[in-house]
């Protein structure tokens, strides 16, 4: 059974981020509804798709002012890499790792969405940032520094202040 269905509450109304997310969803319940022979040929396709996806996201932040080793980035680097070595203890035959996987992984994504995700999408409508060009409307509002958290003010500490967001006019 399907453990993590798309719902409003994942929009970040940002269309092409909002696309990818939805099929991260789909991707994820194909690999829940998956069988024991189909199940490591859908980590795979789900693994494929967030190379992309995480790939895009890291794309972004660069082109806008996050540091390339920031907590958001990173943690794409984690997941990755943890989504392949499941591929490999699947291949193995241990599908149960991957089936806890995908569980965790349900468990994970809305709160990236949520709260990672949901800082960059504000950050790229603040400095008008179009997804399909890469162009900067509003380079003013770009960070006068490198952002090193997530883009959050959680993110923030004494020594690295959060960049304030600015809201889409």
């Known amino acids: 059974m399907t453990e993590l269905l798309w719902s409003d509450a994942l929009l970040l109304d940002l269309p092409a981020m909002d ?46 002012g996050f540091a390339s080793g920031n907590c958001h980035a990173t943690q794409h680097q984690v997941v990755l890499a943890t989504l392949r070595e499941g591929l490999v203890l699947g291949r193995a035959g241990h599908l149960g790792v991957v089936r806890r996987l ?4 349900a468990i994970w994504f809305p709160q990236h969405a949520q709260s990672m ?45 959060a960049e304030p967001a600015h809201a889409a006019d």
């Open 117 to 161: 995700d949901a800082a960059l999408a504000l950050h790229l409508r603040g400095v008008g940032f179009d997804l399909g060009t890469g162009q900067v409307a509003r380079p003013e509002r770009l960070p006068g520094e490198e952002i090193h958290g997530c883009g959050s003010a959680a993110c923030a500490t004494a020594e690295q202040p």
């Open 102 to 105: 995908a569980h965790e992984l």
């Open 19 to 64: 696309e990818t997310h939805r099929e991260f969803v789909d991707l994820l319940a194909v690999v829940a509804e998956a069988d024991d022979a189909g199940l490591c040929d859908a980590w795979s396709a789900l693994i494929d798709h967030t190379e992309g996806h995480f790939g895009q996201e890291d794309r972004w932040m660069r082109q806008t």
